[in-house]
């Protein structure tokens, strides 16, 4: 069974300050992992992925993410927050064989004050 | 762009109602999924089509049942509509070379069982 932690319900940061958003996962064999981001009543959006190669991966929004095996863990990072960075973000994990669906994390939400 | 459509955004329905959740997505992709979100439980996949015709049952498919007839359309039953089945409700799609590729989310629809 594959699985996916946000130990963070909700991260607080101030606009120009680094931040970041936690995930750790649990799944047999090599991972692709996921971020997504939703902002209020929409869908989810996908900011980044993670598939092999360079464990330091770039996406939407000046977003960023660090793959860490040994730790098991995908952390989103981001330089420098935005008043506009404030949603909620799901870390989500396919593993190599099984099943064809993502599993998600239960979410965090990012809150940047101006 | 690929374009993920749900037919409403939002729905009140009566306890013992049959509802019907549409979804269509654009891209000719093979895999379409049907998850529910709710607060701190993140994502939790309820079924997934492969083809047409076909569907496996996800983590949580009681009281829920699918349809897909065509390939673009991928349509979740709720037979007898309960109170514990308020909730959003997120279409999602994927290509058939799924295994390092992103889902691609509808817009949610936000159901109330009255």
């Known amino acids: 069974a594959q699985s996916v932690a946000q130990p963070e319900d909700q991260v607080n940061v101030a606009e120009g300050n680094p931040l970041t958003v936690k995930c750790t996962y649990s799944?047999?064999?090599?991972?692709?992992l996921f971020w997504y981001v939703q902002y209020p009543n929409r869908g989810l959006q996908f900011l980044l992925k993670y598939i092999t190669g360079d464990n330091l991966v770039k996406g939407s929004y000046g977003f960023e993410a660090e793959f860490n095996k040994s730790q098991t863990s995908f952390h989103l990072k981001k330089p420098s927050a935005l008043v506009s960075d404030s949603a909620l973000y799901f870390c989500?994990?396919?593993?190599?064989?099984?099943?064809?669906?993502?599993?998600f994390g239960s979410g965090t939400r990012l809150q940047v004050q101006p | 762009d690929v374009k993920v459509t749900q037919s409403s955004r939002y729905l009140v329905k009566r306890t013992g109602e049959k509802v019907f959740l549409e979804c269509v997505q654009d891209m000719d992709h093979e895999n379409m999924f049907w998850y529910r979100q709710d607060p701190g439980l993140g994502l939790r996949l309820i079924y997934f089509s492969y083809d047409v015709k076909m569907k496996e049952k996800g983590d949580i498919p009681e009281g829920y049942s699918v349809s897909r007839e065509k390939k673009e359309r991928f349509s979740l039953i709720l037979e007898s509509a309960s109170t514990n089945q308020t909730s959003m409700y997120l279409c999602a799609s994927s290509p058939g070379q799924w295994r390092n590729t992103e889902a691609f989310f509808g817009q949610g629809t936000r159901l109330t069982v009255v």
């Open positions: 989500a994990v396919r593993g190599p064989t099984g099943r064809r669906a993502l599993t």
């Open positions: 799944v047999s064999g090599n991972p692709y």
